[in-house]
């Protein structure tokens, strides 16, 4: 006898049937009827074609390195608060040639303030645009500017492998000395 499944698959009958003999462990293979499947023994549609060399992939699986590095670590409770504990950012360059320093606003990235030996009247009145007395005017207008678009303290992140000393310490006291928090 044979019945016609939903899935459009032949199975005969004899596949249900149950062991004959009587069970003489207590082990749950033995308890439980025995299927005789093989592939051979399904029937498919004249369309699907049966391959013995099918292989069954899990539906749960651990995701790839790939799809691991797309997704960005969480940030920390302290780089979630930062920019607005401390949002006013002070950001100094030395290039050969000039000094630049500005301030920005950390949560809208808008800046405050600039200062730079390239300006041209920096550039006309100072003999040399990268030495100390450079980094004195600039920390002043910095600290000018700052007050004037009512920014009172500021924060500074050394880069990798900065240290505060030489020049960025001249600029960074000189701000200090004229009014400005560094935090």
Request: charged letters at 25%.
């Amino acid at each position: 006898m044979a019945c016609m499944c939903s899935s459009s698959f032949l199975v005969s009958s004899d596949l249900f049937q149950a062991h004959k003999k009587k069970a003489s462990s207590l082990s749950s293979s033995s308890t439980f009827p025995r299927l005789n499947t093989s592939i051979d023994s399904i029937s498919y549609p004249s369309n699907l074609v049966a391959r013995k060399d099918f292989i069954v992939e899990a539906a749960w699986t651990r995701r790839s390195r790939g799809e691991a590095a797309k997704k960005p670590s969480r940030k920390s409770w302290k780089r979630k608060t930062d920019m607005y504990m401390r949002p006013f950012l002070l950001d100094v360059f030395f290039s050969k040639k000039f000094i630049h320093a500005k301030v920005m606003h950390r949560a809208t990235n808008k800046v405050i303030s600039v200062a730079t030996t390239n300006a041209k009247d920096l550039r006309n009145t100072l003999p040399s645009l990268t030495d100390h007395d450079a980094c004195r005017v600039i920390g002043k207008l910095i600290a000018e500017r700052s007050i004037e678009a009512d920014v009172f303290a500021l924060a500074y992140e050394p880069r990798k492998g900065e240290r505060i000393e030489g020049k960025l310490g001249i600029v960074l006291d000189t701000v200090e000395e004229n009014g400005i928090i560094l935090l």
